[in-house]
């Protein structure tokens, strides 16, 4: 008997730094999804590509859910929500260590006229007692109709497989969508511009994540050695945060291009001459023109 091929999309969804992207980068295998302890950092839909032999899985993940306060705010919510009406399945997130907050009953608001499954996935089970994911599984139970609740370590790997394995299951049979050897739907040059933007949101203070963006000006052959050049701008609104990502005699911006150099380098294969600039934007996360330039297509949501 011929074995069936599974295949379909599952949206990812929960409140800020509940580990999206670390599952996200897990089951892929590589970096796709810039990581960081600060909320909100992803930005745009970022599609993850799991293949094996029986099955495609097509991982969305959305940035999280929460009360915008600016228009990159709004695009990002807009954003994560069309997402659901898109997909399979959806992948609700939660941190097991936080437990029930109001951030997850505001999703599970949205979550009300929504029509596709929704499966639980308790994260981070590394961090309590076997005997707290009881009650906790039994709180989320009566919050919403659950097609079920699965507890993982997206982080140390705890039972990610039989979560793929449940998706498997669920998902209809279908074609391959992305050849086997594909991880995202992503242009390098977006890649590039997270791994970038990663190394600021880890090296700066509370003050400066959330006003950067960062555009690649152009990536070209460096010299006959295969060396490539990559010219990059970094986006900040004021001259005072211009100031600190530069940093006292341009350590601080070494420092960035040094640490993004190394995962530039591994995903692209090759040796990288990182070129790096700030430049200054003034309110550019409610400039509609800015949003566009640096990235955030209208169209999209």
Known sequence: MEKTFKSGFVAIIGRPNVGKSTFMNRVIGQKIAIMSDKAQTTRNKIQGVYTDQDKQIVFIDTPGIHKPKHKLG???????????????????????????????????????????PVFLVINKIDLVQPDELLPLIEQYKDKYPFQEIIPISALEGNNVEHLMDVFADFLPEGPQFYPEDQVTD???????????????????????????AVVIDQIKNRDSNDKLLVQASIIVERKSQKGIIIGKQGQMLKEIGQRARKDIEGLLGSKVFLELWVKVQENWRNKPHHLYEFGFKQDEY
Do not use: C
Not at 99 to 115: A, V
């Open 74 to 116: 709004d695009f990002m919510v807009k954003i994560a929500e069309n997402t659901l009406n898109e997909v399979d399945a959806i992948m609700f997130m939660i941190n097991a260590d936080e437990g029930y907050g109001r951030g997850d009953q505001y999703i599970i608001d949205r979550l009300q006229s929504n029509k596709t």
């Open 186 to 212: 992503h242009p390098e040059r977006f890649i590039i511009a997270e791994l970038i933007r990663e190394k600021v949101l880890h090296l700066t203070r509370e003050e400066i994540p959330h006003s950067v």
